[in-house]
């Protein structure tokens, strides 16, 4: 049996900004903060803009972070020269940091075929979730808010830590809310948006996927344990 929904006119919920419109889409370029200031910068926050340069390039495609990335990790290894020129003991860091350079290397040739396509996806997503969220508003139905925003917190959870349990909570999340959605008697004007965006949401979704297993989980997880242990290692360092 299918719900019945108490349909809000159609002409209220397009005056309400359920009808998506073009936004001001966020830069999909995160500029090199090393590179522009004029401030000298540790290791520790050269290695902060390094981590969140690769998230730009996993979650959003952004081409133009591989080289401000690869810059950024190149001036870490400037500092530990001089380091080590003082005396200072850097050799595990060094090594540390040498497999993560490499196994950036690694994700972006991996993630090049699906760059383009992360970009599109994830610039349909920042223009059109505001309406979309609002649609669900309009609607007033708890468990498809609430389903929308465990779908976005799973997808996080995914991208983080890739896994073949949290690739099928995903999935499984995504289908009970489109068959929520069905259920709904929506007019083909209000319920086609909706799916489009969950079509585009559940595409980059794959192709994140696609890319992950092409590079292979296992390199995910060690990346991720270079990147913390790194991090530990700068924060030993003393002050230049």
């Given at each position: 049996m299918k719900k019945l929904l108490l349909l809000l006119p159609v002409g209220l919920l397009a005056a309400t900004g359920f009808f998506w419109m073009a936004l001001n889409p966020a830069s999909s370029t995160t500029?090199?903060?090393?590179?522009?200031?004029?401030?000298?910068?540790?290791?520790?926050?050269?290695?902060?803009?390094?981590?969140?340069?690769?998230?730009?390039?996993?979650?959003?495609?952004?081409?133009?972070?591989?080289?401000?990335?690869?810059?950024?990790?190149?001036?870490?290894?400037?500092?530990?020269?001089?380091?080590?020129?003082?005396?200072?003991?850097?050799?595990?860091?060094?090594t540390l940091l040498a497999d993560y350079k490499k196994q950036s290397v690694q994700l972006n040739q991996k993630f090049a075929p699906y760059m383009k396509t992360l970009r599109q996806k994830s610039l349909f997503q920042q223009q059109h979730e505001h309406s979309f969220i609002a649609s669900l508003e309009q609607i007033g139905l708890y468990e498809l808010k609430t389903g929308y925003d465990d779908l976005e917190k799973l997808r996080t959870a995914y991208i983080k830590e890739p896994s073949e349990q949290s690739y099928a909570a995903y999935a499984t999340k995504?289908?009970?809310?489109?068959?929520?959605?069905?259920?709904?008697?929506?007019?083909?004007?209000?319920?086609?948006?909706?799916?489009?965006?969950?079509?585009?949401?559940?595409?980059?979704?794959?192709?994140?996927?696609?890319?992950?297993?092409?590079?292979?989980?296992?390199?995910?997880?060690?990346?991720?344990?270079?990147?913390?242990?790194?991090?530990?290692?700068?924060?030993?360092?003393?002050?230049?």
């Open positions: 500029k090199n903060v090393a590179a522009q200031s004029h401030t000298p910068r540790t290791s520790a926050e050269l290695f902060s803009d390094s981590e969140r340069l690769l998230r730009q390039i996993v979650r959003h495609g952004d081409e133009q972070s591989i080289q401000p990335l690869e810059m950024s990790l190149d001036q870490i290894s400037i500092e530990l020269d001089t380091r080590k020129k003082q005396g200072i003991s850097v050799d595990k860091i060094e995504e289908k009970e809310i489109r068959q929520i959605i069905s259920e709904l008697y929506l007019d083909s004007v209000i319920e086609t948006p909706l799916f489009t965006y969950l079509d585009n949401h559940k595409a980059y979704f794959d192709t994140v996927s696609k890319a992950y297993n092409d590079l292979g989980y296992q390199h995910i997880y060690q990346l991720r344990q270079n990147g913390y242990a790194i991090k530990m290692e700068l924060q030993l360092l003393p002050t230049l």
